[in-house]
């Protein structure tokens, strides 16, 4: 069985989106992130897959369902950083009986559809698929039960994994190497964590502007739940918001594969460079780097 996990915070004004409120104001952010929250599980519930939705606070479990719907299962997150609430997560699908699971943010709502389907697609022939943002994190990673690799979410103690920074997608892939586990990254796409991110896809998503204003509050509640597809109702208004134009974005065209046996800024091409390029077994689309 292949599950999907999207992990969500409660789009509280002043509590979501912090960085990015410092640009467009909390309660701006705040609805933006209720936007990209729905877009996220658009794109997960059609691939027909289960659905956990991964959520916090653990307090505000009932509005999450009241908000979202019936369609998904909901488990709050678990941990004391980032890292031990994406390893429970995982140890958790597993412990139901997931043999797959690919698990996404919603920092990036209009990645592809198709990201997700070849993560768990890759699983076939590598223990791990990462899904590089532009400012050296990740939006999605992939396991699978067999090779479950808890070490690439850190151990919790000071000196591990440095969530939040440029370093984090660095740091996994040398916590995988370590462990003796195979990587495969799929093309970057960029999160929206500052102005910069959101006006590239305000770029594609131009409805999503009136988000912007005050006026736009109410609407946008009178909307949500016509907007998120559960058993019961459907998704019309994210499909055609999927349809993302990658060429507009600084990144590579195809995968890489690390055969590694033996969260921000932009310049994530140049970091790949940096942190992988010189390093044996890292192979592109097109041989050896």
Same mark, same amino acid.
């Given at each position: ?79 004391? +950083? ?110 929206? +964590? ?24 109410? +609407? ?12 019961? $109702? ?44 010189? $390093? ?10």
């Amino acid at each position: 069985m292949k599950r999907v996990l999207v992990f969500l915070k409660f789009p509280e004004p002043g509590e979501v989106k912090t960085r990015l409120a410092t640009a467009v104001g909390p309660a701006a952010a705040a609805r933006l992130a209720r936007r990209f929250a729905e877009q996220t599980l658009a794109a997960a519930a059609g691939l027909g897959l289960p659905v956990t939705v991964c959520f916090a606070p653990a307090r505000r479990g009932p509005e999450f369902s009241a908000w979202l719907g019936t369609g998904y299962d909901y488990a709050p997150q678990r941990g004391a +950083d980032l890292g031990m609430r994406m390893r429970h997560a995982f140890a958790d699908a597993f412990a139901r009986g997931a043999e797959r699971a690919v698990l996404v943010g919603t920092d990036a709502p209009d990645r592809p559809m198709e990201f997700l389907e070849e993560a768990l697609a890759r699983l076939d022939e590598h223990d791990v698929v990462l899904g590089p943002a532009l400012d050296g994190g990740y939006h999605l990673i992939a396991m699978r039960r067999g090779s479950f690799a808890p070490e690439a979410f850190g151990s919790g103690e000071p000196g591990g994994i440095a969530w939040g920074t440029s370093k984090v997608l660095a740091q996994t892939l040398d916590a995988l190497r370590a462990v003796g586990r195979t990587a495969y990254m799929l093309p970057p796409w960029r999160d929206i +964590d500052d102005r910069a991110g959101l006006d590239d896809y305000l770029e594609t998503h131009p409805e999503a502007a009136r988000l912007l204003h005050a006026e736009a509050a109410d +609407d946008d509640k009178s909307e949500d739940k016509n907007n998120v597809e559960t058993d019961d $109702k459907s998704n019309d208004g994210f499909n055609d918001k999927l349809d993302a134009e990658p060429e507009k974005l600084d990144k590579k065209s195809g995968g890489m594969e690390l055969n590694s046996r033996g969260n921000a800024n932009d310049g994530f091409d140049d970091k790949i460079g940096d942190e992988t390029g010189g $390093k044996p077994g890292v192979e592109t689309d097109g041989g050896a780097a």
